[in-house]
Structures are given as structure tokens and as C-alpha cells.
């Protein structure tokens, strides 16, 4: 795909592609990922896997499940029943005991730059930080 957009994005494909031509055909295929696969895997996904990959989205490695508990305020049973059924999606991969990480590393960057992204992670007052826990206030 990112050979594909390259040669289109060159000026004279049939001789010679440019770097540029290559980081722009590098975008190009990154947004049709996005869209191809990613969004599809998004869409099938409950609310709850939803706030669990937003959640995960706010570590820049690979995610604690305790840091993703403590985000959502839950328990570690609830999150390890959403971890099991994103690994099963192809969205999440097991990288370690109580590790994840997104099965594409793509997949971070398409959900900061969803609308829900900031209402959701308002919603579970996590801030631009990074790699930090957060809970919600108790009523």
C-alpha cells in the first residue's frame, strides 16, 4: 500500500520517486488503515472496549491493565474480561503478564484523533499526561 501511494504521490513515476514522495505515500496508506481496518474493528467494539482502548490510548508503549483499571475506576476482572475480547479482535495484543499493546502501533494515533477521544477521556478525567493513573471522583 505505502509502495502503491509512493508512485502515485512521484511527479515522474516512471523514472525516479523522491523521498518526499515516499513519506507522502507513507500518510496515505496510514489513513487508509485507519479507515480499512481500524475504524471496522473500532465500530464493532462495545462502549465499554471503547473506554478501554481510550484508556490504553494514553500510555505512548505498552499498557499496564492496572493503569487502565485505575483509569476507568473498575476492577482488574472487568478490564481482563475487555483485554480478552480485544485480543480476540485483533485490536490489542498480549505482550506480558498484565501487559497490552495496540496489535497495530497505528491504531494510537487513529484514536487521539477521534472526536470521542476527548470526550471520553473527559468523561474519565484523564488529562494530556501520559503514563499516569487516574480515577473518577466519587460522588
Known amino acids: 500500500m505505502v509502495g502503491f501511494h509512493t508512485w502515485e ?4 513515476p516512471d523514472t525516479a520517486v523522491a523521498l518526499s514522495d515516499v513519506v507522502e505515500g ?6 487508509h488503515i485507519g479507515q ?3 475504524a471496522p474493528l ?5 462502549a465499554a472496549a471503547r473506554r478501554f482502548l481510550i484508556a490504553m490510548s494514553h500510555d505512548d ?3 499496564q491493565l492496572t493503569d487502565i483499571a485505575r483509569r476507568m475506576d473498575v476492577t482488574s476482572g472487568y478490564v481482563s474480561v475487555y483485554r480478552a475480547r480485544l485480543i480476540k479482535s485483533g485490536l490489542v495484543a498480549d505482550v506480558g503478564k498484565r501487559t497490552v499493546a495496540f496489535a497495530l502501533p ?9 472526536d ?10 484523564l488529562t494530556e499526561e501520559r503514563n499516569v493513573g487516574f480515577t473518577l471522583p466519587h460522588d
Do not use: M, N
Not at 26 to 31: D, K, L
Not at 116 to 125: A, P
Open 36 to 38: 480499512l481496518v481500524i
Open 42 to 46: 473500532w465500530r464493532d467494539q462495545p
Open 26 to 31: 507513507a500518510q496515505v496508506a496510514q489513513q
Open 116 to 125: 470521542e477521544f476527548s470526550y471520553i477521556s473527559e468523561s474519565l478525567h
Open 106 to 114: 497505528s491504531t494510537r494515533r487513529w484514536i487521539r484523533a477521534l
Open 9 to 12: 504521490a512521484a511527479a515522474e
Open 61 to 63: 508503549g505498552e499498557s
